[in-house]
């Protein structure tokens, strides 16, 4: 069965970081674009970010620019999401999905991660 487990949120200060990661079991992540996902209460999934298959192609949201680094570990069935100067909008669940390519409506999900940016 494939999974999809995301782990690394937490409650943390404006300004602060986080890793996020998510990692595979049931299948190897090598032949999938990863995407990072966001939900807040009330609003709308967004897309974060996301990295091709072989890890040569990154994209992100124009509101974590900069600020947000993915990346992944092929080694370890893992991708990451580097989180720095968060701000308090940055609140939100965190999911990362798996598919043939980056897409807004990949086809595998983990459960989500709870990321809480207060002082």
């Known amino acids: 069965q494939l999974q999809l487990v995301e782990s690394g949120g937490g409650l943390v200060q404006p300004g602060g970081s986080l890793r996020l990661s998510c990692a595979a079991s049931?299948?190897?992540?090598?032949?999938?674009?990863i995407g990072w996902f966001r939900q807040a209460p009330g609003k709308e999934r967004e897309g974060v970010s996301c990295i091709s298959s072989s890890g040569g192609s990154t994209n992100y949201a124009d509101s974590v620019k900069g600020r947000f680094t993915i990346s992944r570990d092929n080694a370890k069935n893992t991708v990451y999401l580097q989180m720095n100067s968060l701000k308090p909008e940055d609140t939100a669940i965190y999911y990362c999905?798996?598919?043939?390519?980056?897409?807004?409506?990949?086809?595998?999900w983990g459960q989500g991660t709870q990321v809480t940016v207060s002082s």
């Open positions: 999905a798996a598919d043939d390519w980056c897409s807004m409506d990949p086809g595998y």
């Open positions: 049931g299948f190897t992540l090598d032949y999938y674009a």
